[in-house]
Each structure stands twice: as structure tokens, then as C-alpha cells.
């Protein structure tokens, strides 16, 4: 079993970064697959980043070149996110799942993870 802690949400202006970050307990990420996905009031959630079991990276068009997803450590997952915008509030998850994946055809659906995280919000003013 896995349990996963968002951190790092909070309130900033256009412009700004924020560094979210996302503690395992239970397991640790050797080669697992794991995302961050964000879901704005009255929208379904949305994949936004995502590291497979290789390492790759994937991200969605609306964030890349502004966010960095990367793993720190075996139990540490994280989300650079620089340049914020005002569409970018949400409210922000980490999920993970302990089997082998890969994103080279893309961002991973929300049915491929099997753990996720409370949430941590995220607000962008203008």
C-alpha cells in the first residue's frame, strides 16, 4: 500500500513559480510510474505531467516549457512550475502506481494509477 502527501500549493501572482512536491510512505519509487494531474471548478481533471518507469517525461501542451516534473529522491516526487498563469489554478494531485509504464505515446490516462494523493491547491492571480 501506498500513501501519497502533496505539498507546496499556495497563492501567486501571474508570473510566479511554485514547487509542489509529493512524499511517499509505504513504498518507494524504484521504478514506479507517476503524475501530477490538476482539476479546476467545474472542469474534469486533467493529466499534467508524467515520469515513467525510464525516466521519461511527458507533459501537457498547456504547461510545457513551464513545468518540470521530477523525482528527488526514492520517495519524493516533484512539480516545478514556473511562469504561472491564472488557467493554471486548480487544485493539484500526485498519483502514482508501482508498475512498469512507459509515456511514449503519451500522457497517462487517470485509470493508470492506482494511488493518489488529498490534492494541493494552487491559485494564480492576474
Known amino acids: 500500500q501506498v500513501q501519497l502527501v502533496e505539498s507546496g500549493g499556495g497563492s501567486v501572482q501571474a508570473g510566479g513559480s511554485l514547487r509542489l512536491s509529493c512524499v511517499a510512505s509505504?513504498?518507494?519509487?524504484?521504478?514506479?510510474?507517476m503524475g501530477w494531474f490538476r482539476q479546476a471548478p467545474g472542469k474534469e481533471r486533467e493529466g499534467v505531467a508524467a515520469?515513467?518507469?525510464?525516466?521519461?517525461t511527458r507533459y501537457a501542451d498547456s504547461v510545457k516549457g513551464r513545468f518540470t516534473i521530477s523525482k528527488d529522491n526514492a520517495k519524493t516526487l516533484s512539480l516545478q512550475m514556473n511562469s504561472l498563469k491564472p488557467e493554471d489554478t486548480a487544485m493539484y494531485y500526485c498519483a502514482a502506481d508501482l508498475s512498469v509504464c512507459t509515456v511514449v505515446f503519451g500522457l497517462l490516462p487517470e485509470d493508470r494509477f492506482n494511488y493518489w494523493g488529498q490534492g494541493t491547491q494552487v491559485t494564480v492571480s492576474s
Open positions: 515520469m515513467d518507469s525510464s525516466g521519461r
Open positions: 509505504g513504498a518507494t519509487y524504484s521504478r514506479p510510474c
